[in-house]
């Protein structure tokens, strides 16, 4: 059982939109605070946002701000990621990642591929 998947991925105009899910299993997913990181190719792992386990807590990186919403629905144990105005320097693997900071369990993804190009 794979503990967290990622979808949604895809190709993408520049300027549109895509919602990625992070779909978790097998954990009490509530419990854990979840970060998207990406990494484009000959770059390195980027964060860029992340959500506290209640959902009332968020944060994102420059480079995404603004353009990004990320969100959770701890009833079917999901984050999204909602992203709009995508540029081709958005084109990337896209990871999640769930973390509980009082038990050290750290979980990834398999990651989904976002490709930004006309």
């Known amino acids: 059982q794979v503990p967290l998947v990622e979808s949604g991925g895809g190709l993408v105009q520049p300027g549109g939109s895509l919602r990625l899910s992070c779909a978790a299993s097998?954990?009490?997913?509530?419990?854990?605070?979840v970060r998207w990181y990406r990494r484009a190719p000959g770059k390195e792992r980027e964060w860029i946002a992340l959500?506290?386990?209640?959902?009332?807590?968020?944060s994102y990186a420059d480079s995404v701000k603004g353009r990004a919403t990320i969100s959770r629905d701890n009833r079917k144990n999901t984050v999204y990621l909602q992203m709009n105005s995508l540029k081709p320097d958005d084109t990337a693997v896209y990871y999640c990642?769930?973390?509980?900071?009082?038990?050290?369990?750290?979980?990834w993804g398999q990651g989904t591929q976002v490709t930004v190009s006309s």
């Open positions: 097998g954990f009490t997913f509530s419990t854990y605070i």
């Open positions: 990642n769930a973390d509980n900071p009082y038990n050290n369990y750290n979980y």
């Open positions: 959500i506290n386990s209640g959902g009332g807590g968020t």
